[in-house]
């Protein structure tokens, strides 16, 4: 099949590309490259069926393809907030533009919604029958409200149109491709570990959450796209949950050494627990994480390890850089 991924240069997205082409599709891959990186897909641009196309999810675009993977948005609670419009425009136009798409060319399309339609939950674990509790204007409402939105429209398209939908509702989702400074709580204490400095703690530490290796969750989706005739969401996410003080032991003893804490205040509307309900998972998709986070935390602890190195080895100047520089060969 021919698929498009928008987002299919960030974390998930670039994981998604490996694996559909490991099945012998073609891939599309969108991106605006907001927080997306060309390392993410460096290895895929000679692939004879890897296709890139820089574009906006914002404007409308028309290519003939099978199926629609709607990733384009950035994640990360930093990234997502840095422009709060443009967050709302990208799930709200971008998903619209995909449905459009997908109307037209007769594709099914799968939405990456996410756990944050269901805000600060006061059910716990969270099934999807859960409505939510979202504070319509707070600093994370662009996402949230974004994403809900996003849902309706998909929700919307299909009873009107008849269009072939898919809707995840993704847990949060850590591993290698990460960026190292998108703020999110596994890549940040990872880093931090690595670089043996105080790990940031916002508020008591005590806040949850649940935390799914990539592998698994793009599994999931993939599981999830295929699945006959599912058009009501469906979580997934690793339901074993954590403080966000137990996460910090974790990296710790992954990363090694004796890093210690800093607290920071808790941001706004920040949910005080998340746990997915995957019973409609199991039972439709026949899907569970297979990796615990210990695992997935020596992959991911692996793959920053080198990117640092990398990195600190790019910062060394070369020969030309220290002889046209007055003072570097001092
Ligand atoms: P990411 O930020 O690494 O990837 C998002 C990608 O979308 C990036 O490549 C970015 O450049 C691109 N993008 C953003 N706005 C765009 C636009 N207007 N037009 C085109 N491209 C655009 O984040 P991720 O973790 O890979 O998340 C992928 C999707 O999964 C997102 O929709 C996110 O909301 C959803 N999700 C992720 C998690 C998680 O824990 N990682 C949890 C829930 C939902
Ligand atoms: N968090 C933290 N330290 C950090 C980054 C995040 O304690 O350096 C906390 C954050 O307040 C939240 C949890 O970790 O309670 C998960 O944050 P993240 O931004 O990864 O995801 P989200 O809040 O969207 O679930």
């Not at 804490?261 to 409609?280: A, C, E, F, G, H």
Request: glycine share 8%; charged share 25%; with cysteine.
């Amino acid at each position: 099949m021919r698929i498009l991924i928008t987002g299919g240069a960030g974390f998930i997205g670039s994981h998604l590309s490996d694996r559909l082409l490991a099945e012998g599709h073609q891939v599309v891959c969108l991106d605006n490259f907001f927080t997306g990186r060309r390392d993410n897909i460096d290895h895929l641009l000679d692939h004879p069926g890897f296709e890139l196309l820089r574009h906006d999810v914002c404007e409308p675009i028309f290519l003939e393809v099978d199926q629609i993977y709607n990733l384009a948005c950035p994640a990360s609670p930093v990234h997502y907030q840095y422009n709060p419009v443009k967050t709302v425009k990208s799930n709200v136009m971008g998903t619209l533009n995909m449905l459009v798409l997908a109307k037209r060319v007769g594709a099914r399309i799968l939405q990456a919604s996410t756990s944050e339609v269901y805000g600060d939950p006061h059910v716990h674990p969270q099934p999807e029958s859960y409505w939510g509790n979202v504070n319509p204007i707070g600093p994370r409402a662009c996402y949230d409200e974004g994403k809900r939105v996003a849902e309706t429209l998909m929700s919307d398209y299909h009873r009107e149109d008849g269009v072939d939908i898919r809707i995840a509702r993704i847990f949060n989702t850590y591993g290698p491709r990460m960026a190292e400074n998108d703020g999110r709580v596994v890549s940040n204490f990872i880093v931090q570990a690595l670089r043996g400095q105080e790990l940031t703690l916002y508020g008591s530490g005590e806040q949850t959450r649940s935390f799914c290796y990539v592998d698994d969750l793009v599994d999931g989706l993939v599981r999830l796209m295929a699945a006959e005739g599912r058009h009501d969401p469906v979580n997934l996410g690793n339901p074993v949950e954590f403080t966000i003080r137990q996460l910090a032991e974790e990296v710790v003893k992954v990363v090694g050494g004796t890093t210690g804490v800093t607290y920071k205040p808790l941001p706004q509307d920040d949910p005080s627990q998340r746990q997915p309900d995957i019973s409609r998972a199991r039972n439709w998709l026949g899907w569970e994480p297979r990796l615990q986070l210990e695992e997935g935390l020596v992959r991911t602890v692996e793959y920053f390890r080198h990117r640092l190195k990398r990195r600190n080895r790019a910062a060394v100047p070369t020969l030309d850089e220290r002889l046209t520089s007055p003072g570097l060969l001092d």
